[in-house]
């Protein structure tokens, strides 16, 4: 509750009756978005701007701590989520929250720090070209969040060129000079047998 002394500042700078309640009610909400600054965190794969392919591995990985936790890390989960710039469907999946990270457990003074690690080796599937935001987000209890973004830029893999049957079946042109008299017929399409002698020739098919 709000002093008397409180109260009567308020309904001295504020005189409608509306607006006064307005500011009475922000006043005694709860400070969530305080305790959020006490989230630490650093998404430290993928680098900014890096291109992905659909289908090869991407890695992202990072930590996340409550600097004002006195056990542990004080986080309870790390969520990734992937969302195209272009309005695509975004994905969202949990990472392996809890790796190990002894350079952040050193940086702070806090050896209970040292499972603040996050990873999450992703392939990704079905992303549009174009830009992509990899989020993470690292929640602790009561509902606070903490963010961190890094943009990728995903390419679709090239296609591959197909390869005719006839050059995938192709056999080397035999030496004539070996064989006088030797036929071919069709080097391409058939074996040729050239332990027979001339005139005679097989085609093995």
Not at 176 to 202: E, H, S
């Amino acid at each position: 509750m709000l002093s008397a002394t409180m109260q009567t500042r308020v309904r001295s700078v504020i005189r409608s009756p509306l607006l006064y309640a307005a500011a009475i009610l922000l006043l005694l909400l709860p400070d969530s978005a305080g305790a959020q600054p006490s989230i630490e965190m650093s998404l430290d794969a993928p680098t900014s701007g890096l291109t992905i392919t659909n289908g090869q591995v991407v890695e992202i990985s990072g930590w996340a701590l409550d600097t004002e936790s006195t056990t542990g890390t004080g986080i309870e989960s790390v969520e990734i989520l992937i969302d195209p710039v272009d309005g695509g469907p975004g994905q969202s999946i949990f990472a392996n929250y809890g790796t190990m990270r002894p350079d952040v457990a050193r940086q702070f003074g806090r050896p209970d720090w040292e499972k603040s690690g996050f990873v999450l080796v992703w392939i990704p599937r079905n992303l549009p070209d174009g830009g992509v935001n990899i989020q993470a987000w690292a929640h602790a209890p009561g509902g606070v969040s903490r963010l961190a973004n890094v943009p990728v830029l995903a390419l679709s893999p090239p296609t591959p060129t197909p390869t005719s049957s006839s050059s995938a079946r192709a056999t080397p042109t035999p030496d004539l000079t070996k064989y006088p008299g030797l036929r071919v017929i069709d080097r391409n399409a058939c074996q040729l047998d050239t332990t027979l002698t001339a005139p005679t020739y097989m085609r093995r098919c």
